[in-house]
């Protein structure tokens, strides 16, 4: 809506943009209109505050493009010619501003309240076009624009087979420290990244067990116990024993250990002393 000169105020608060400035014209006169930089009082530089006729020569627009505080003065001329007193309206020209908001996030992240500091929305990636325009207590618009870097989440699966027992990580940066003695796939633990994001992990994990057997031996006199690499300690037995074992690797890479239980059963031997006559 124009100001219409002369008013009660002679002073008026905007913010940069364009203005309309109307006077009631009397048929017949003329108007002149001037503007000076109250800081300077000298005439704003070109661009800054430029006057520009609307309506005839009694209704204006000003373009500011500079804040400040501007006196806008229109003078009347009459048919004979007589000038009338100068009007002037004090004019304070208020900036908007702008900002960015920085922020970085994991997976999602909601901007404001959608009223007072953000648009409301829901933003699952990164972006930096999104705006937001408030007024200020000088009644000029404030945009707002959001820089947003978005990192996501992350989930992994460990898988790990072991024999007999599985310690996980240390229950700090790399398992929940604790030890497993059957297969399971359900435990979790969550770290932080670099960036401040959950890292997932899943344990996958295969318990293969320790085996243990007896090789059971009677023979007569030794026993030679396997070839000393695959079945038995290659060693010769003269006498019965249960304690000797020998461990070997299954296809599960876990031990089985084998214990001998040997009974030497010695040989004997006799003389058969005759005497005989003739045959």
Do not use: K, R
Request: aromatic share 8%; hydrophobic share 30%.
């Amino acid at each position: 809506m124009a100001q219409t000169l002369p008013n009660s105020t002679i002073t008026q608060s905007v913010c940069i943009g364009t203005e309309d400035y109307e006077i009631v014209p009397a048929l017949g006169s003329t108007y002149t209109w001037s503007i000076i930089d109250q800081n300077t009082t000298a005439p704003p530089l070109a661009g800054e505050a430029d006057i520009s006729p609307f309506i005839g020569d009694w209704y204006i627009q000003v373009d500011f493009t500079i804040p400040g505080t501007y006196v806008l003065s229109v003078t009347e001329q009459d048919l004979n010619s007589c000038q009338g007193a100068t009007v002037d309206l004090t004019i304070t020209v208020n900036a908007g501003s702008s900002s960015t908001h920085v922020v970085t996030e994991c997976d999602t992240y909601t901007w404001g309240d959608g009223v007072t500091n953000g648009d409301g929305n829901v933003y699952t990636s990164s972006t930096n076009t999104p705006i937001f325009t408030i007024q200020t207590v000088n009644g000029c618009d404030s945009v707002i624009t959001l820089d947003l870097t978005i990192n996501n989440s992350s989930s992994s699966t460990h898988v790990v087979t072991e024999c007999d027992t599985y310690t996980w990580g240390d229950g700090v940066t790399n398992g929940d420290g604790n030890v497993y003695t059957s297969s399971t796939n359900t435990p979790t633990f969550t770290v932080q990244t670099v960036d401040g994001c959950d890292s997932v992990i899943t344990l996958d994990l295969t318990i293969n067990n320790f085996s243990s057997s007896t090789h059971v031996v009677t023979e007569c006199d030794t026993y030679t116990w396997g070839d000393g690499v695959t079945n038995g300690d290659g060693n010769v037995y003269t006498s019965s024993t249960n304690t000797p074992t020998f461990t070997v690797q299954t296809v599960n890479g876990c031990d089985s250990v084998i214990t001998l239980d040997l009974t030497i059963n010695n040989s004997s031997s006799s003389t058969h002393v005759v005497t005989e006559c003739d045959t």
